[in-house]
């Protein structure tokens, strides 16, 4: 019940202040659009929105972001499923499905199931956050330091290995590709630099951002040029046509279990959202009876990635209110807003800005909600842009990710780094590894080695510290055991 | 590599082997680089270097792995390109084959290609002193100090860089369309921080357009101008994202005179 009353007041906060609502209204939409802009993200708004948030209040700066990250994460779904080149990593799975959903004539049906199965999954999320993050925050004091940080890293990269590539073995290189990547720069204790050809753009590491445009949009551009040089491209078919509510009915298991995979996912920190769509997904295809129907156009596979991703996203604000920790690349810039507020996120923001933890549930709460609305009318639109030929939407793709990748932090070399990445995430997916497994190798590297190397210093080097904290040891096992069985089925079956 | 001789044991193919030998050379090189940074840190006994030889470690065991898999389970005819590129439903009127795309002529033709950007980076400044005394010698009437003639002399060798490795790129991508193509946008951030985004994106977007297929010039101009136009009001009038004007003129003037205009 005081959960209720604190809902309420937050409401109330929320839409009885005028700057709030235009913050609001402005978020809902510029994430949307910018997720589903090809070629940019919700991250690259976040990004560019990141230094005008210290004109604004704490609250409506945490409440614009988390409603931003909300409505990017569906929102990268309508490029994932239109066009093969997803929003942001989260929305990859969807494209697995998606767009051959599009191919077949069917994008209408594969946006109409991320919009609703997007809203059902954020908003039950929602409620769960407001519910679980303030007891968890005060459990997490105590039961939660960098070992334990470090094990759930380590769970989540060896759940992580298994999506997205043709083998396992290829999964597991295309991460530990990513992992390397994340060496580059400096190491996170002596400041030594590592691999970085002298080059002082590399001291600072490869960002991200650029990364994973590369991977993802530049590299799509490239395999449909081939499709077009070698003759095999086909262009995508319009409909608008919305799926069934008997449709949805038909899918509740698979709603209701990308519900709790996502929210589970979207807690460990560094994935979120990822995680929890690659798994939603493949726990789909794990329980189907027509597991080859996948990757074929099936509607499930496009329900189950796109709740969980959502799902995740209320989730994805425990660990960063709870704990501090940003569970993900846009949780990460909430940390930034934060800061430039001279406040550190973490269980005091429960009892020094109770008002801003409010204000940010119910936005997030109303945020999933408005997807329904607001995305029905936006992908009755945004759907058209299938009837541009393809020849003429690249180089726009191109031109909007050049701009994602140099608005970052201004440097021309981004921009080539985000081409290479694209040339690399090419002839990667060509010999059947995962960009998405590169992508997460990178953000869960540079937070993994610095967990671990403040666990082992906490842990005076002692390995045998991690078997005197529960939930460490009981992650570190988790992991070790998937890694086991991953293992034992790549070597008794075909992939 | 579909080309090559698959006389090896099991269901390899020389394709498998060649990619399991470049990752293993990669953890080599890699692990050899790991001794430059393998220095002791008073509060953190694993040092700098632990975590990434762990990870080279782990690569290495992978690969291995990946060989073990392909040697018991590929087929004879699957190679370690993805099927999409051995479609055979291949377009007669277009120069580039499906086939050709995994033949060793191709990748290296594509390495050539891929080349001519990071030449663009390395090459002006080993000859911008030679540039740089030329101009000195030619216009040693005019007052200016050491500085500005190396500038010049650097934007003058700039300038001819570009221009014969575009004529390179020009002459040698046809027949090669994909390979072309995934050098044109490095080629174009190589390009950026000297001639500034608004010179070349028009003529970026007219070669991503050709590289496509698309042969009419007015749709070509129409849709350019439309690029042009939407990234402009969308980024510079509204948003005003710094993008870079460029630094050799007349680009610079170029990218300033379009954003005094927009802004």
Sequence with gaps: METFHHFIGGTVALFSDPIGVFVFFGGVIGGMLFGAIPGVSMLTLAAILLPFTAHLSPEHGIMLFSVIYCTGVYGGAITAILFNIPGAPENAPTAFDGYPMTQKGEAGKAVGAAVMCSAIGGTISAVVMMVATAPIAGWAISAFGPPEIFALVFFGLAVASSVGAKTFWK????????????????????????????????????????????????????????????????????????????????????????????????????????????????????????????????????????????????????????????????????????????????????????????????????????????????????????????????????????????????????????????????????????????????????????????????????????????????????????????????????? | MSNLPRNLPGNLSVGHVVEVLLWLLLAALLYAWSFDFDREIEIYKFGASAWPRVIILLIAIAAIGQLAHHFQFATPAQSAVDDNVSDDSFNESMDDSPRKHASIKWYLWTFFLLSLPFAYMLLPQWIAPWFSSELSAELSSESSSESSWSKAGLHAAKLTCAGVLIALYMATMRGNLVGAMLALPIFFGALMQDFGFYALAPFFAVGVMYLMGERRPGWIALVTAIIMGLMLMLFVSVLYVGLPTGNISPFYEIGTGVVNFLT
């Design chain 1, 171 to 495: 999964g597991w290189l295309s991460v530990l590709a990513g992992l390397l990547v994340a060496v580059v720069g400096q190491d996170p204790v002596g400041g030594i630099e590592r691999y970085d050809f002298n080059m002082p753009y590399l001291l600072a590491g490869i960002h991200f951002i650029p990364t994973i445009l590369g991977f993802f949009a530049v590299s799509e551009i490239f395999i449909q040029a081939e499709k077009k040089a070698i003759g095999t491209y086909k262009a995508p078919k319009m409909s608008v046509d919305f799926p069934t509510l008997a449709e949805l009915i038909a899918h509740k298991v698979a709603i209701v279990r990308s519900i709790i995979i996502g929210f589970f996912c979207g807690i460990l920190p560094g994935i979120g959202a990822t995680l929890a769509a690659f798994m939603g997904y493949n726990e789909a295809v794990r329980w189907s009876k027509n597991r080859e129907e996948f990757g074929r156009g099936k509607l499930e596979g496009v329900i189950s990635s796109e709740t969980a991703n959502n799902a995740a996203t209320g989730a994805a604000m425990i660990p960063l209110l709870a704990l501090g920790l940003p569970g993900g690349a846009l949780t990460a810039m909430m940390v930034g807003v934060f800061q430039m507020h001279n406040m550190e996120p973490g269980p005091l923001v429960f009892i020094n800005s109770p008002d801003l933890v409010w204000v940010v549930f119910a936005a997030m709460f109303f945020a999933n909600l408005s997807i329904l609305f607001i995305g029905y009318l936006e992908t009755k639109t945004i759907i058209n842009l299938l009837r541009i030929p393809f020849q003429f939407l690249a180089p726009l793709i191109l031109l909007l990710a050049t701009v994602g990748a140099y608005a970052v932090r201004g440097l021309s070399i981004d921009i080539i780094a985000m081409f290479v990445a694209g040339v690399i995430g090419f002839f990667l997916r060509r010999s059947g590894y995962s960009v998405a497994g590169i992508v997460l190798g990178l953000i869960l590297g540079k937070i993994g080695e610095q967990t671990f190397a403040q666990a082992m210093q906490m842990l005076h080097f002692e390995w045998s510290g991690f078997a005197n904290r529960p939930i460490a040891f009981g992650l570190l096992i988790a992991g070790f055991l998937t890694l086991l069985v991953s293992t034992y089925r790549a070597f008794s079956q075909k992939t």
